[in-house]
């Protein structure tokens, strides 16, 4: 269990987390997501104990862990938590075995439980024809499976990823999500999982906090986030493709909503929008961006005045720069937001 | 990251951590640096020195004493930093931006100028152009019947042609340097858009290297004002002074306050100019740094050009390594630099004492003079590699943790001091110091502690820099990974830290080590007759008369300071299995 109470950290002047409550149970995969510079990193830092809060306190599995009220933390190896980085941090000067090998020296195992191990893991990263290997010497997949190899070893209660699959390519970081819930589970340890991509997000957490500028904005499980959405940033922030907001005077004059005299902005999902096939008093005409197939449907997305809609509709389209696209709005919005992006 | 997360908690609730190694830094730092010159200007201004500033700056003398030795530094100064840019420059265009043939072996070539001291490269000019003005023996080209002109052999000429053959190859590696960050896309981008090969070059290419251009002219502006060695042998001899050779006069006979006026005017003379350099450049860095991974970079095709240019290359290259090398090498083993390659023996190496040759003075081999001066020097050289290291480390170490304290930044300016400050003027600063004793320290003049420790202080940006690139490279992500296993301080040093640090350390330190062993300007005025060196030995030989002895010891000089250089680079690039490509 992970208790995180009012936690802050500043840098001078530059707060860059702001009062964050949150809780988890044992074996989730929490998962920290948001813009750069949303706060994210340094939340990650002050759980692995590299950086001690300024304010609040953690807990894991009830024991205080840090506490920024008192200025104090306990050592980063001494919470039972392991960390892979962003950057993977292999030490370059000791091979693919050497460096799962070595935290376990440093904990004082013996040789013949350390190799034991060792092989131990390396199978379970399906690596281990690679234990001669410098970091160098294998590809950035591999090491991404080096480092996690690293970080498991010791069997720590609590693992931590700093937006480990951001330096791979697209269709590794898909393998590498499937993989990283089959350590997961494997080790059935409690995952805090920092990244910015809210695909990432929705497909491997159980508990998701969106952060922005510091603060949660939302805090629940990816189907939550989705379905009701607590801020316009949210809700334009998750789901693939997120939804869209429009702003209640942009509605077109024919639509039913136009009566209800709303205010503020309405948040539309792209499945609820239907594409037209000509101009009409209740549609929306928009400059053509762009269509992607999307399972079988159509993803149609139209720019007009900084305003973004995207539909996702059935039906074969065939558009090009320069058209109008008519967009149908459905008669009741998914959920309203006031100016300031609050849920109304 | 702040200091705090560093620590054990314990640590961290104690206060202010590190605030004991902050304060030795900077005591290191202010000992080495400031007192010296604070020193050097008080005494000026002392008692002692009652009207040195109006005798040197406005009296009957001053022509004499200042304004006419500093005609002569600015002139070498421009002249100096105009033709390194131009050869330089021409040099590093061709090998970075042309497919000239040989581009790698021009491209090494060009950067080894500076690693022959300019003292040797005086001497091999000595050796070929010397005539019969000044007595004793003629060079090379007197000796095959050719009358060299006062003009050739001695004086500002001959001066500035072997300043020139010396720091062009320091302007080549900073201007090489901002040429490679040009991105071939930056070029290919300019061809899309239509333009000439010229206009690329004025348009796009000049400005993003002016700024490397404009610090190589400041550089070698600087160095050459600070060079003692050069005019020295050169411009003395014909009462050709620069504000470096009537400084180095005025301490040898004993007017030690005009000396340390002349100095501090050294300094600035030096200092103002890097400024101003630095300030033009200021600010337009930026954009030099916008660089990703270029493509295979593509060259300007040189056409019917590419092989007279070479040409012209290759001369240059050959004229200003091999050939001073080679003279050296010949004239140690000659009879008389005025047969060079004729009647090799010996003798200046394993002869032994003859009265018919060289006033009885016996070969290097058994000449106890030299052989001592060898050991002391090669000490001084191993002393110094491992205080400058220590006190490099140390530093580098204070400014990355405590990156924000004021004490941090105080160290950071003065470490940066000595860049401005010319070898001589340090040597004559120490000399102020450590001449008589201060407070509990006794005078050190003449001993092998004041050398170790004016070097230590003349190297401090140098090994500041290595210290930072060496921690740069260890710290962060790779040593907090090792935090987190719970390894403590020391067992992270020793498995993490140290392996990963120690080649660039020791590269560092040989680098160190060959700058000492060849410098003449530093250790000049340090030099006392029971602390020999091995350049200070030989410019007093070629300056007495015996040009053949100094060039076997600055042979000896050259092959110590090229293996070591060699192991370096080996250390540097030697194939790692964990740096491999």
Redesign the interface.
């Known amino acids: 269990m992970i208790r995180i109470n009012s936690l802050s950290r500043r ?1 001078g002047s530059f707060e860059a987390v702001k009062n964050v409550s949150l809780e988890v149970p044992a074996g989730s995969f929490l998962v920290l997501v948001g813009p750069s510079g949303c706060g994210k990193s340094t939340m990650l830092r002050m759980l ?1 104990g ?3 809060p300024t304010g609040g306190t953690i807990e894991f599995n009830g024991k205080t862990v840090s506490d920024g009220d008192g ?8 919470r039972n ?3 892979v ?3 993977y ?1 292999l ?3 000791m091979t693919v075995a050497g460096n799962v090998d ?2 376990l020296k ?2 004082g195992h013996g040789k013949q439980e350390r190799a034991e191990r060792v092989g131990e893991v390396l199978h379970l990263l399906g690596i281990e024809n690679l234990g001669n290997r ?4 294998i590809s950035g997949g591999q090491q991404q499976r080096v480092a996690i190899a ?1 970080m498991i070893a ?1 069997r720590p209660g609590i693992l931590l990823f700093d937006e480990p699959l951001s330096n791979l390519d697209a269709k590794l970081r898909v393998e590498m999500r499937s993989e990283l819930l089959r350590i997961h589970r494997a080790t059935r340890a409690t995952s805090i999982y920092v990244t910015h991509d809210q695909v990432e997000a929705m497909t491997m957490a159980s508990h998701v906090a969106v952060l922005n500028e510091g603060r949660v904005e939302q805090f629940g499980s990816p189907g939550e986030l989705v379905a009701e959405p607590s801020s316009a940033f949210v809700a334009t922030f998750v789901g693939t493709p997120p939804a869209n907001l429009v702003d209640a005077d942009l509605i077109p004059p024919g639509h039913p909503l136009r009566k209800g005299n709303r205010s503020g902005r309405l948040m539309f999902r792209p499945e609820d929008i239907s594409v037209g096939s000509g101009p009409g008093p209740a549609s929306i005409e928009m400059d053509f961006a762009e269509i992607s197939p999307l399972a079988g449907r159509s993803m149609i997305t139209g720019t007009k005045n900084g305003l973004r809609l995207t539909a996702v509709t059935d039906g074969d389209f065939r558009f090009s720069v320069g058209d109008k696209v008519h967009f149908l709005l459905p008669p009741e919005p998914a959920a309203c937001f006031d100016d300031e992006g609050k849920r109304v | 990251m702040t200091s705090h997360t560093l620590w054990p908690r314990g640590l961290a609730l104690a206060g202010r951590p590190g605030i004991a190694i902050k304060l030795a830094a900077l005591g290191i730092v202010t000992l080495l640096v400031a007192l010296p010159l604070l020193k050097i200007l008080a005494f000026t201004f002392s008692d002692e020195a009652t009207g040195t500033w109006h005798d040197v700056l406005f009296s009957r003398l001053s022509y004499n004493l200042f304004w006419g030795p500093l005609r002569n530094t600015m002139l070498l100064g421009f002249a100096t930093a105009a033709g390194c840019v131009i050869v330089g420059g021409f040099l590093a265009w061709l090998v970075a931006m042309t497919d000239i043939p040989f581009r790698r072996t021009i491209g090494l070539m060009a950067t080894l100028p500076f690693m022959i001291p300019s003292f040797a490269t005086a001497l091999a000019w000595g050796s070929l152009f010397r005539n019969s003005r000044v007595g004793g023996h003629v060079g090379f080209i007197e000796g095959l019947g050719f009358a060299v002109p006062d003009w050739l052999a001695w004086g500002m000429a001959p001066t500035l042609i072997v300043l020139i053959a010396h720091y062009y190859s320091l302007a080549f590696t900073v201007i090489v340097a901002a040429l490679a960050t040009v991105n071939s896309d930056l070029v290919e981008a300019a061809q899309l858009g239509g333009a000439r090969r010229s206009r690329i070059l004025a348009g796009i290419v000049l400005p993003v290297v002016l700024p490397a251009v404009v610090a190589a002219g400041s550089l070698t502006f600087a160095s050459a004002v600070s060079n003692f060695a050069v005019p020295a042998l050169l411009g003395l001899p014909v009462r050709m002074q620069t504000l470096a050779t009537r400084l180095f006069g005025m301490i040898g006979i004993g007017q030690t306050a005009r000396g340390y006026v002349l100095a501090i005017l050294l300094i600035l003379v030096s200092a103002v100019f890097l400024w101003l350099g630095n300030r033009m450049i200021s600010g337009r860095r930026s954009y030099a740094t916008m660089t990703g991974k270029g493509g295979r970079s593509k060259r300007f095709q040189l056409g019917a050009s590419r092989y007279p240019l070479f040409a012209v290359a290759f001369v240059i290259c050959f004229l200003t390594t091999i050939v001073p090398v080679v003279i050296l090498f010949a004239s140690s083993l000659a009879p008389s630099s005025s047969a060079l390659f004729s009647g090799w023996n010996l003798h200046y190496w394993i002869g032994r004492s003859n009265a018919d040759i060289a006033q009885g003075q016996p070969g290097i081999w058994h000449n106890p003079g030299i052989l001592s001066a060898t050991a002391i020097t090669v000490g001084l050289g191993v002393a110094v590699a491992i205080t400058t290291t220590a006190v490099g480390l140390l530093v580098a170490f204070v400014l990355a943790r405590y990156r924000d304290s004021i004490i941090a930044a105080a160290i950071n300016q003065l470490t940066l001091v000595p860049l401005l400050v010319p070898g001589i003027a340090f040597g004559a600063a120490y000399i102020a110091l450590f001449g008589a004793g201060f407070g509990p320290v006794p005078a050190l003049y003449g001993t092998f502690v004041l050398l170790v420790i004016a070097a230590t202080a003349y190297l401090l940006p140098f090994s500041v820099q290595t210290g930072r690139a060496v921690i740069q490279q260890v710290s962060g992500e790779l040593d907090e990974s090792a935090r987190m296993t719970g390894a403590g301080t020391l067992r992270r040093l020793a498995a993490i830290t140290m392996p990963l640090a120690a080649r660039g350390l020791a590269s560092g330190a040989l680098i160190v080590f060959v700058k000492i062993i060849r410098d003449l300007s530093l250790v000049v005025l340090l030099f006392t007759p029971a602390m020999p060196l091995l350049s200070v030995l030989a410019y007093r030989y070629a300056s007495e008369g015996f040009p053949q002895f100094a060039n076997a010891i600055t042979v000896v000089v050259l092959v110590i300071s090229i293996a070591a250089t060699l192991l370096a680079n080996r250390l540097q690039s030697k194939s790692q299995p964990w740096l491999k490509d």
């Not at chain 1, 200025?71 to 001494?78: V, Y």
Request: proline share 15%.
């Open positions: 840098f692995a590299l950086e001690t200025n104090w933390t306990i050592e980063p190896a001494k938590a392991g960390l980085f962003q950057s941090a030490w370059p000067h070595w935290p440093v904990a410098f970091p160098n010497e690293r010791p």
